[in-house]
């Protein structure tokens, strides 16, 4: 038996991960964090300290059962660690690389009281890296329900009511209005801190669930919700759809032709690689001078993008300070190393027109911290006479978004004044079979928080249609005997349905 | 037609009307069930390929089809008028896209089609007669040999008026001399549709705007993802600003800030050009490549022909 661990046993430093070196990363879109090698994993593992009280557990929007699984790697059992990891979380190569762990699992962790916390996303996404690099999927018993899950929108918070709703035995098709599925995995975080092949993975992954990608479908348009439930044999359906539609700088100038949203910036560069333009056919020429207005995390992407497609200076506008500033502390860094220039307590007045239709340049105003506001920030107020001029050629706003209008353009769904769909404590909508949730309810969020809410729509869909929630019972890895021709290793059952006609 | 054969986006008819106009017929049964007059996809040639927005010109539901009719000004759009025969496929379409045009509570209309617009006017012209209003259509070409559709639209007018740039065919002029002319014979016009390019639809809202006739206008700016998600296709309106995509395609084009659009519409100009130079200088030496290897090939053949003759 081991001896217990104290806060003075474990490794008092919190393991760092090693990075592509900031003057070699910003050429290249390959990623910056590396992740942890086999002995640096365990080194960080074993600063877990199995406290009593997991604070981590209810830190997580998702709710992993963090210490099992750093307990197994600890044991050397890493596909034991996958396993504990796949029974909340589907997506452990995504999520430990995109969660904001700062405010959430780590924020609470019990070794952070003392030293640095535990670096549980690190860990995550070593568990997930090795899964996909073993091929490990825990495809459970899927036993035939006969229910239809539509699910509308492929990114986070689609992919995990996705995955729910198959191991509970559902026929489940998500609906993607691009041509490929992931959504702001795919077009918003760029590869550098997310690589598609992870995205990829992941996907395959519910693919293997016997999850349908239906993608180039628009629902709204090309049917709408209520034809997916009257018509369309669908029994409860999804909306995943992320808020989308960019709020506007609202300033003069905003409409030149060298300005345009981050989410446009990302999506010509991610999802339709304009990057490599011309072998792609999109274009997206990028300025020497690239000011990006807003410090999120989008923001982030947005400066780093621009660095890696060949801007010689890359400024950040933000008119509260770096305190208040909402991106994970982790891109904040990455960008100052890379080179991106702070200008905290500045806001936009103008874009200023080259006389071609095109940026010359910009008129910010400085400010100052007031009083606390309704978010508790302390409202930025203008600098009288603080008014100055610099130059740039592109500007990028990443200051938020508004809802969506497409949904509720075509169907009964009740909106709240903003716009967003209304759903109860259980995320149901105003309309019966109907569950909604991430960006579209909420508004700009997290990755995880939209995970957190597909997995509740999910636990509400269940109960709606009378599922029972089992414990999806897992068959030893051992077992590699053959049944009637297939082959149980694969822990799918889906051929013998494929063959039923008759549901008994 | 049997329609279980056909694959996904497959082009199951082409039809070229002149050397940059061609028409295409893509099946999508869904997209053919659910399109309305007024609405666009986006359509990717290939994977490599940018997306790009084009007005449905036509629907068949029986068949399950869409029809695009498409000018080759840029590189995808030549690329398409090469590679789009049918039995290919394209690599996707999505739609229908954008609010549907309304076409009630209209007594008399006139429906403009320039360029690009001429065929997307069409079911807007058909749809407004199916509801019993007076219709008159106005197409224009430059000259008489590029006209198109005339048949069709002649039996959903009432009034059907040809411009021609060079009175080849039909009154001399642009369409709106066929608006003015209109507008003097009827007092009573209760609306005008025009879809075209940008400058086209501007001066037929100028034209209009003395007389106060309520202007539609079907605005196609650059876009990208087509669902309200990137505003690359934002529009100004007044002061207000839009998004084509979600909140168009049709605007009231007294209100539309078209020197904006136009601005707008140059954004990529110069990326435009080196694609499309990188292109012809591709296709100029595939040709060169071909024109030798089909030599190559007729003497390889020739040689093995005689062989086995001989053999």
């Known amino acids: ?504 | 037609m049997n329609s279980g054969q056909l694959s996904r986006y497959e082009i199951v008819a082409r039809e070229d009307f002149s050397d940059v106009t061609y028409l295409l017929e893509c099946y999508h049964p869904l997209m053919a069930k659910a399109a309305r007059p007024g609405q666009f996809v986006i359509v990717m040639l290939n994977e490599h390929g940018e997306r790009i927005p084009l007005t449905i010109a036509d629907y068949d539901r029986e068949r399950g089809t869409i029809t695009l009719v498409i000018q080759a000004v840029g590189k995808t759009t030549r690329e398409m008028q090469q590679a789009c025969r049918v039995g290919t496929s394209l690599h996707a379409i999505v739609g229908p896209m954008g609010i549907p045009s309304h076409f009630d509570d209209v007594d008399k209309v006139v429906c403009v089609g320039g360029g690009l617009g001429v065929a997307p006017i069409f079911p807007h012209a058909r749809a407004f007669k199916e509801r019993g209003a007076y219709v008159i259509g106005i197409v224009g070409f430059r000259t008489r040999e590029l006209i198109f559709w005339e048949d069709k639209f002649r039996s959903w007018c009432d009034e059907f008026i040809i411009c021609t740039d060079d009175g080849s065919a039909g009154m001399r002029g642009m369409v709106t001399e066929g608006i003015r002319q209109a507008m003097e014979k009827h007092a009573d016009i209760d609306e005008v549709v025009a879809i075209g390019p940008p400058i086209m639809m501007k001066a037929c809202a100028e034209v209009t705007r003395p007389r106060g006739i309520k202007t539609i206008v079907s605005l196609n700016p650059l876009m990208v993802d087509g669902t309200g998600m990137c505003g690359g296709c934002r529009v100004k309106l007044g002061d207000q600003v839009r998004f084509a995509c979600v909140d168009g395609p049709d605007f009231d084009g007294h209100q539309v800030d078209f020197e904006d659009l136009m601005m707008r519409l140059k954004r990529f100009a110069e990326e435009e050009k080196m694609a499309m130079e990188r292109w012809s200088e591709n296709c100029r030496m595939r040709d060169e490549i071909h024109l030798a290897s089909d030599v190559e090939l007729s003497t390889l053949s020739a040689l093995k022909s005689g062989r086995i003759e001989t053999g």
């Open chain 1, 1 to 504: 038996m081991p001896k217990k661990k104290t806060i003075r046993t474990i490794p008092q430093e919190r393991t760092p991960m090693r990075e592509q070196d900031p003057v070699q990363r910003v050429t290249n879109f390959a990623e910056v964090a590396c992740g942890y090698r086999l002995e640096e994993m365990q080194i960080e593992a074993e600063r877990c300290l199995m406290c009593p009280e997991q604070p981590c557990v209810d830190g997580c929007p998702v709710g992993i059962d963090i210490p099992g699984f750093i307990h197994r790697l600890t044991e050397k059992d890493y596909r034991g660690a996958y396993d504990v990891m796949t029974d909340t979380n589907l997506l452990p190569a995504i999520c430990g690389r995109v969660c904001p762990q700062e405010t959430q699992c780590e924020g609470v962790c019990t070794v952070g009281d003392t030293l640095e916390p535990v670096a549980i996303g690190r860990l995550e996404r070593w568990v997930g890296d090795k899964a996909i690099a073993e091929g490990w999927v825990n495809i459970p018993y899927i036993e035939p329900g006969g229910f239809r899950i539509g699910i509308v929108g492929s990114g986070p918070a689609g992919m995990a009511c996705a995955a729910d709703m198959a191991k509970a035995g559902c026929d489940v098709t998500v609906f993607e209005a691009f041509h490929q599925p992931g959504g702001v995995l795919r077009y918003g975080i760029p590869d550098f801190r997310l690589p598609n092949e992870v995205i990829d993975a992941e996907i395959d992954n519910l693919r293997r669930l016997g999850v349908k990608f239906e993608c180039n479908t628009l629902v709204g348009r090309l049917f709408t919700i209520e034809q997916m439930i009257e018509e369309m044999g669908y029994d409860a359906v999804f909306i995943g759809t992320g808020a989308g539609y960019p709020s506007m700088l609202g300033i003069p100038g905003d409409s030149l032709n060298g300005v345009l949203s981050a989410n446009e910036l990302l999506t010509r560069c991610n999802l339709m690689r304009a990057r490599e333009f011309p072998s792609f056919d999109t274009p997206l020429p990028i300025g020497q001078r690239v000011a990006v207005i807003g410090a999120g995390n989008t923001a982030m992407d947005a400066m780093r993008v621009s660095l890696r497609l060949g801007a010689e200076k890359v400024y950040c506008i933000y008119r509260r300070s770096r305190t208040e500033c909402p991106a994970r502390i982790e891109e904040v860094h990455h960008a100052e190393e890379e080179g991106v220039e702070f200008h905290w307590l500045t806001n936009p007045v103008a874009v200023l027109d080259d006389g071609k239709g095109g940026v010359r340049g910009m008129r910010c105003v400085r400010m100052e911290l007031g009083e606390p506001d309704d978010s508790g920030r302390r409202r930025p107020v203008p600098v009288a006479g603080s008014e100055h001029d610099f130059e740039c050629d592109l500007v990028v706003f990443a200051i938020g978004t508004n809802a969506n209008p497409i949904i509720g353009q075509t169907s009964k769904l009740k909106l709240n004044k903003r716009g967003y769909i209304e759903v109860d404590e259980n995320l149901a909508t105003s309309v019966a079979g109907v569950f909604a949730g991430g960006d579209i309810v909420t508004g700009a969020a997290t990755v995880i928080e939209a995970m957190g809410a597909g997995r509740k729509a999910a636990r509400s869909m269940k109960a709606w249609l009378g599922i029972r929630d089992i414990h999806l019972p897992y068959t030893a890895r051992e077992s590699s005997n053959r049944l009637f021709g297939i082959d149980l290793r694969e822990r799918n059952f889906a051929r013998v349905r494929a063959g039923a006609t008759v549901q008994p």
